[in-house]
């Protein structure tokens, strides 16, 4: 399976942004998806999941309410829609599929994008 992420871009404090992940190849529908970032210097921190048909979600605790993580099975889309941006969402945003039961931690996910770069300047 191959991912592809987009979106990214340099936004202002408050601005909203919305990044996509296309896959290719495997049967997409049978993973979870996550997002990721990573900002300089720090570890790759988990931002958000969906599960496998969507209907479950799960946020980190300084992304809920301002980000929405949504899929659509039949385009082999996911989305993470981020609204009211701050400084220190800036980082490079990956996203990445797994098929086990666990979803908060990098090393369970199987297969990754190249990442996008968003700056939220302040």
């Known amino acids: 399976v191959q991912l592809q992420a987009s979106g990214g871009g340099l936004v202002q404090d408050g601005d909203s942004l919305r990044l996509s992940c296309a896959a290719s190849g495997g049967d997409f529908s049978t993973y979870a998806v996550g997002w990721f970032h990573q900002a300089p210097g720090r570890e790759r921190e988990f931002v958000a999941a969906?599960?496998?048909?969507?209907?479950?979600?799960y946020y980190a605790d300084y992304v809920r309410g301002r980000f929405t993580i949504s899929r659509d099975n039949a385009k082999k889309m996911v989305y993470l829609q981020m609204d009211s941006l701050k400084p220190e969402d800036t980082a490079v945003y990956y996203c990445a599929i797994t098929r086990r039961s666990y979803w908060l931690g990098a090393k369970e996910y199987e297969y990754w994008g190249q990442g996008t770069q968003v700056t939220v300047s302040s």
């Open positions: 969906v599960s496998k048909s969507g209907g479950s979600t």
